[in-house]
T-cell receptor
């Protein structure tokens, strides 16, 4: 079985500052990795995903993430955040061949003006 | 393509009642999964349907059931509602082709049980 740990439940940051949301996972098999964003009263929107290949993945809204197999991490970064980035962010792990993701508990990104 | 749609968006029920939620996947997607999201437990997988067959099931009691129709639309039913069933229920669909690893989510149905 796999598990996902999002190390920070809440990350406050000022507008235009950089941000990193941390995600670590454990799995005995190879995995696919995802980041989703959830705005208030909405569903989950896919930000980016790592399936294979380059370990640096670029997504929508200026976000990127880096897969580090040795550290079993998939941290999400953005060089300069905007007020509109305030939302809940979920890291998810899917073991190869399963297609059913396990989600982390989420990180609330709060961007202050 | 239109995204995943869920109806209704909001629902209020009382304990003991039953409820049916509906999900229409992205056109061409044959897999539909259901998740329960609560502040206490986070996002939990309920079940997945593919071509009208339940493929995977999470750890939920038998009061939670689902089905999928030939047009890939899916319904989820919860019988004998409990207060703890209050949650956001999310539906997700995925294709069977080159992007089969990715779940695409609908806006959810927020259920309140009184």
């Amino acid at each position: 079985a796999q598990s996902v740990t999002q190390l920070d439940s809440q990350v406050p940051v000022f507008e235009e500052a950089p941000v990193e949301l941390r995600c670590n996972y454990s799995s005995s098999v190879s995995v696919y990795l995802f980041w989703y964003v959830q705005y208030p009263n909405q569903g989950l929107q896919l930000l980016l995903k790592y399936l294979s290949g380059s370990t640096l993945v670029k997504g929508i809204n200026g976000f990127e993430a880096e897969f580090n197999k040795s550290q079993t991490s998939f941290h999400l970064r953005k060089p300069s955040v905007h007020i509109s980035d305030t939302a809940e962010y979920f890291c998810a792990v899917t073991p190869g061949g399963s297609y059913i993701p396990t989600f982390g508990r989420g990180t609330s990104l709060i961007v202050h003006p | 393509k239109a995204g995943v749609t869920q109806t209704p968006r909001y629902l209020i029920k009382t304990r003991g009642q039953q409820v049916t939620l509906s999900c229409s996947p992205i056109s061409g997607h044959r897999s539909v999964s259901w998740y329960q999201q609560t502040p206490g437990q986070g996002l939990q997988f309920l079940f997945e349907y593919f071509s009208e067959t339940q493929r995977n099931k999470g750890n939920f009691p038998g009061r939670f059931s689902g089905r999928q129709f030939s047009n890939s639309r899916s319904e989820m039913n919860v019988s004998t509602l409990e207060l703890g069933d209050s949650a956001l229920y999310l539906c997700a669909s995925r294709e069977a082709g080159s992007d089969q690893e990715t779940q695409y989510f609908g806006p959810g149905t927020r259920l309140l049980v009184l």
